[in-house]
């Protein structure tokens, strides 16, 4: 066994996944209640949209700003390292529904 082969794991820009960070975020006491009800509203929204395959616009532009508030300079924690993996994931879902 060579560590040094061993591939870093990405996940999808997909609403379970961000709703897999959301659930690890209020596990940590991360997440206010409300912040966690517009993920949770956004992210509903999101993957109808994507299973019917349209775009919205405003749904975007939601989920892009939602994401932006999640982006941390400083992801020292897990905590905070898995608040600004969910803002990446918002944003690239939000790119997909443009």
Known sequence: FNPQQQFRVSWPAE???AR?????????NVLRADAISQLTEALDGADASL???????RLAQSLNSLGESMLSDDAST???RRQTALGETLKSIAARLR
């Open 15 to 17: 609403p379970v996944v």
């Open 20 to 28: 897999a960070y959301i659930d690890q975020l209020q596990r940590s």
């Open 51 to 57: 299973s019917n395959d349209r775009k919205d616009q």
């Open 78 to 80: 897990a905590a905070l």
